[in-house]
Structures are given as structure tokens and as C-alpha cells.
């Protein structure tokens, strides 16, 4: 059936019209249900911002007030004579205030050593025999030690199973800096229940208050709260669990106060949410499946027509398909042919970018390679450690565009990292005045050092441990590499640089590799020492032992070992002296023939 050029003409028209069509359908239809999706989230969001701000705007005003009915009644009180009315003002001013403010349940007031002096509340008699120390307590305790009012946490009432909060406000005598009273008012938080009950913005709403032992609060079912309900308030906005178990969009704000922490939660079922998606979903769909039957027809009827055209194009869709990126479809035929021939040259050019950036990366990718392996082979080359690290650093620095780049050694006693070469003047600089770092400091490069691992800093400007050099004030990222041999640590190569971020996963497997031929060179270099000290050692014992051969008499052979050993160790006058078992008539003869001083030459 599709041998025939129409048949597959035919396959291939309806192929290209619809499955684009379906395409920019279905990512319409996703971008418009993702854009509803975030709406309703922000939507939500934002009604928690509102209800969080008049929930908050409720307690720390109630503070205000109180504070201000504390500090007018200490006023008051300051100024009392009971001579003159022997009616205390301070506890008159606080049956007032607690009058005056219907949402107070209790009203308590303590003196400095927390005994209660005054204490009114709306459901039960206290008497002058009720009144308590409360100095164990912590509504008094803690306000008298930090001086601030402090929040308790939300508890419910026995009786009526109504959520209250204690605020205890403390009063501090500006003239000893003590705290003479503390007052501890009960809170009722029913008030807040109108507030969450009247900003529903959409059908199926809730609003509603968590305490910090995610205890509801605050709800516009008062029920809900009587009830003792708790929520589990997620780590993220989105669709979540509700209250009552059904799948909604949930926001929330979080009210810091003192030590507690209240969260206001706004949701609305999904089903209210997305009914704008769920609607632009159906309209979509119908467009996409009308689209692509339209375009079908339009094909099976421009078959004939576009025989030619269509042949062109596929030849070019199978260059592609066979690797040729530089192959185009000829924008010739009817609307449709040259709008599939545009589409598929843009696929092909945006594919082809594609290619040449990855390329361009695998390109940097190898040339940070071949630098390393360039750097590490002249590194190899050079045997002599004090020409090797120079080399080393200014050829880091130049090869790989860098700020400054440091080698450090560690020192005999293993307590120091003591500069060993560094890039440019300022590497020669701190190099003359003997710039060391101790094993234990906090610079990255003894950390690089302690750790043997590679320790970087994107941005010294944000990072805190950095310590700036006053020599290299343009570092704005550094990166340290330790360098060992064997399971031993010889030293750190640091290297810096005048960019952010310059030293990503990439280039850090790249320093790492070349902090790896360095400590291997180092080591090459020190065995190359040892070895040629050795072979230097013996050729210079074969050459006394030569000497002392042709020696035909014991003086001669003091003699000749003196000079040697003198020109060996390069001493200015070599002596050897020998004592030998003598008879006391021979000992002045023997010792002035026995004992030899020879200059060195």
C-alpha cells in the first residue's frame, strides 16, 4: 500500500501537518495549565499575605496597647499619694485597660520578685488570697531576664475549648535598668476566626491559623477549632492534602513572634482552581483534533500537486537523517510544502548550532587538556626542582589565562607551607620575604593541605573564610590543589583569577590532573637528587680508593687521602692523625712521621 509514491505522499503530508499541529497543541495546553497552576498558587499566596498581616497587626497591637496601659499605670503609680486619694491609680488604670478590651480573658500583674499584685479575669472571682508568686513561672521569668515581651505558646481553654495566648510585657525602671513589674495578659484568639472567615476570594476557600504545634487556631468553622483538629503544614506551596483529605492548591505565611511561630494557610480545592485550565483544556483539544483533520483533507487533496516538491524535500530530510546538517529542503510548492521546508531547515540549523557549540565545548574541554599535558611534559623534562616550579607557575598562569597561581612546599617539620615559586612580579616579591602559611591556618590553601583535597572558592567576595593578599587585590575566585607523590603530600598548587566561578567541574578535573603530574615530577626530581648525590658519593670514594693504591709508602698514603678528602669537602686544611701502640723511646719519632696536614688543593 505504500510503495506508490501517492500512498506514501499521502502518509508522509498528514504525518507532517498533524503531529506539529499536536505538538504546539499539547505545549499550549501544558504552558496555559502550568501558568493557571502557578496563578492559583500565587493566588493563594497572596491571601495568606493578607490574612497574616491583620492576624499579626491583632497581637502586636493588643501589645502596644498593653504596653502602654503598663506604662501609664507606672506613671500614675509614681505619682500616688495616698494621702490624697487612697485608691491605688496603677491598679485602677489596669481595671480599665482590662475592661476596656473585651478580647482579654486574664490580666495579671507582677512585681519585680514575681508575686502578683493584681490579677482580674472574666470568668472567674480572684480574690486578694489567689494572688500567687509566679517567680518559677516562665510568662515571668523569661520577660524579666531579657527584657521583651514575650509569647506563650497557644493553649486552649477547659471549659470552652476556646485558644488563648499569653503575653507577658515587662517594665524596665530606666533609672537601675531592672524590671519592676511584668504584666501577663490572656488573649483570647477568637477575634482572628472573623478575620479567616470573611477573604475567601473563590468558591470552596479556607483560610485558616497553625500554631508551632501545627494546632488549628484559627478557622472560619469554629468547630474545627473546638475540635482540636491539627495540620501538618507542608515545606512547600502546591497541591497538598487538605483539612478534610481532598487534593487542593495550598500557600501559606509564616508570623514570627518572639519564640512562637504561627503559620496562616490558604487553599481551594483543585477542582476550583484549575477550572479555567480543565476549560482552556477542551477548548485546545477540539482546536488540535480539528486542526489535524482539516490538515489531512488538505493533504489527500494536494497530493497530486505537490509530487514534486515533496520529492525534494525528502531527499533533503534523508541527508539530514544521514548526517548532512549542510543539506536544505527548497522552499518551492504550495503554502504548506514551503512552510514544512522552513520548519525543517530551522530544525536543521538549530540542530547544527547545537553540534558546533558541543563541539566548541569538547574543544575547550581538550585544549584545557593539551595545555595540562603540555605544562605537565616541560615539567617532566626539568629535574632540578629550583628551575622546575618556576617554569611551572608562570606557564599555568600564561596557558591557562589565569590571575596570579602560587606553588607551595611543605617544609621538613611539616608545620609550614613555605612559597616555593609564584607567578610575575608578585610571586617573586612574596618569594623574597619568605611568605610561609602554617599547616593549621584557615586559608584554603593549608585546608587544600590538611585535607589533600582540592578546596575552591567561587566568589571571594561571599565567601567568609576567604583571606584577601593586599598583592593581588583583583582575586575574585581561587582554587587550591594539593599535591602528592605516593600517599605523601609535597606541597599545593593555587592558582587565582580575576573572574567569578573561573574554576568549574571541568577545569577541575584538569588541575587535578596536572596537580598530579606535578607532585610526580616533584618526586622524580628529588629521587633524581638523591641518585646523582649517591653515584657522585661513590665516584668519589673510587677515586680516593684509586689514589691511595698507587700510594708506595705509609706517608705517602696520609698523604693522599688528606688531599682528597680536603678536595671532596672542599675544606680549606684536612688533618688525619693516627695513634699507634709505641714504645715510649720511639712515641716523639713516631707521632711527627704518623701525623700528616695536607692543604687541600
Not at 186 to 192: A, D, F, K, N, V
Not at 265 to 270: E, L
Not at 560 to 579: N, V
Amino acid at each position: 500500500m505504500l510503495k506508490s509514491l501517492r500512498a506514501r505522499l499521502t502518509l508522509i503530508m498528514v504525518l507532517l501537518a498533524v503531529i506539529p499541529t499536536l505538538l504546539a497543541g499539547g505545549a499550549a495546553t501544558w504552558r496555559g495549565f502550568s501558568a493557571q497552576r502557578q496563578s492559583a498558587q500565587d493566588l493563594q499566596a497572596e491571601v495568606a499575605r493578607h490574612v497574616a498581616g491583620d492576624v499579626e497587626q491583632f497581637l502586636t497591637g493588643n501589645t502596644r496597647t498593653l504596653e502602654q496601659s503598663l506604662q501609664n499605670a507606672m506613671r500614675a503609680a509614681v505619682s500616688w499619694d495616698p494621702s490624697v486619694s487612697p485608691q491605688n491609680p496603677e491598679e485602677m488604670m489596669l481595671m480599665q485597660a482590662f475592661a476596656s478590651n473585651r478580647g482579654l480573658s486574664e490580666l495579671a500583674l507582677l512585681n519585680g520578685s514575681g508575686q502578683e499584685i493584681f490579677h482580674q479575669a472574666r470568668r472567674r472571682v480572684i480574690s486578694p488570697d489567689d494572688l500567687t508568686n509566679r517567680a518559677d513561672d516562665e510568662l515571668f521569668r523569661l520577660p524579666a531576664t531579657q527584657q521583651q515581651p514575650y509569647y506563650s505558646s497557644v493553649r486552649f481553654e477547659e471549659s470552652t475549648g476556646e485558644p488563648l495566648i499569653d503575653i507577658a510585657i515587662p517594665y524596665v525602671d530606666l533609672r537601675t535598668g531592672s524590671v519592676t513589674r511584668v504584666m501577663i495578659a490572656t488573649l483570647q484568639l477568637s477575634p482572628i476566626w472573623e478575620a479567616v472567615s470573611t477573604v475567601a476570594v473563590s468558591e470552596g476557600q479556607e483560610v485558616f491559623v497553625v500554631d508551632s504545634q501545627n494546632r488549628v487556631v484559627a478557622h472560619g468553622n469554629p468547630s474545627v477549632v473546638l475540635s482540636g483538629t491539627t495540620f501538618d503544614v507542608p515545606d512547600s506551596f502546591g497541591e497538598h492534602t487538605s483539612l478534610g483529605g481532598q487534593r487542593v492548591v495550598l500557600a501559606y505565611e509564616e508570623i514570627e513572634l518572639g519564640v512562637q511561630t504561627f503559620r496562616v494557610v490558604a487553599q481551594v480545592p483543585t477542582s476550583v482552581a484549575y477550572q479555567a485550565a480543565y476549560d482552556a483544556l477542551t477548548t485546545t483539544v477540539l482546536a488540535v483534533v480539528g486542526a489535524a483533520i482539516l490538515a489531512t483533507i488538505i493533504g489527500l487533496a494536494s497530493v497530486a500537486r505537490l509530487s514534486r516538491p515533496l520529492v525534494a524535500l525528502t531527499d533533503a530530510a534523508r541527508a539530514l537523517g544521514a548526517g548532512d546538517l549542510s543539506a536544505r529542503a527548497p522552499e518551492t510548492g504550495g503554502s504548506e510544502i514551503r512552510t514544512v521546508a522552513r520548519a525543517l531547515n530551522d530544525t536543521a540549523a538549530r540542530l547544527a548550532n547545537m553540534i558546533g557549540s558541543l563541539e566548541a565545548l569538547v574543544d575547550a574541554r581538550t585544549r584545557d587538556l593539551r595545555l595540562a599535558a603540555r605544562v605537565a611534559q616541560q615539567a617532566a623534562a626539568i629535574l632540578n626542582p629550583d628551575e622546575l616550579l618556576p617554569q611551572i607557575v608562570d606557564l599555568t598562569k600564561q596557558s591557562f589565562d589565569l590571575y596570579h597561581a602560587h606553588i607551595y612546599l611543605l617544609n621538613e617539620t611539616q608545620d609550614r607551607l613555605v612559597l616555593a615559586a609564584g607567578a610575575g612580579d608578585v610571586g617573586r616579591a612574596m618569594l623574597a620575604r619568605g611568605h610561609n602559611i602554617p599547616i593549621n591556618a584557615r586559608s584554603l590553601v593549608a585546608r587544600a593541605a590538611r585535607e589533600q583535597q582540592p578546596v575552591i572558592v567561587a566568589d571571594t567576595a561571599s565567601d567568609p573564610n576567604f583571606l584577601a593578599n593586599p598583592l593581588l587585590p583583583n582575586t575574585r575566585s581561587e582554587a587550591a590543589f594539593p599535591l602528592v607523590a605516593r600517599g605523601r603530600l609535597l606541597g599545593v598548587l593555587d592558582v587565582q583569577s580575576d573572574r567569578e566561578d573561573r574554576f568549574g567541574p571541568d577545569l577541575l578535573d584538569v588541575f587535578m590532573t596536572l596537580a598530579g603530574q606535578i607532585a610526580v615530577s616533584l618526586e622524580n626530581a628529588r629521587l633524581f637528587r638523591q641518585t646523582e648525590q649517591a653515584s657522585r658519593h661513590e665516584q668519589t670514594l673510587n677515586a680516593i680508593t684509586q689514589e691511595i693504591q698507587r700510594a708506595t709508602s705509609l706517608d705517602e698514603v696520609i698523604a693522599t687521602a688528606a688531599r682528597a678528602l680536603g678536595k671532596a669537602l672542599r675544606a680549606p686544611h684536612t688533618a688525619i692523625e693516627l695513634r699507634l701502640e709505641s714504645t715510649p723511646q720511639d712515641t716523639e719519632e713516631s707521632l711527627e712521621h704518623r701525623q700528616d696536614a695536607v692543604p687541600a688543593k
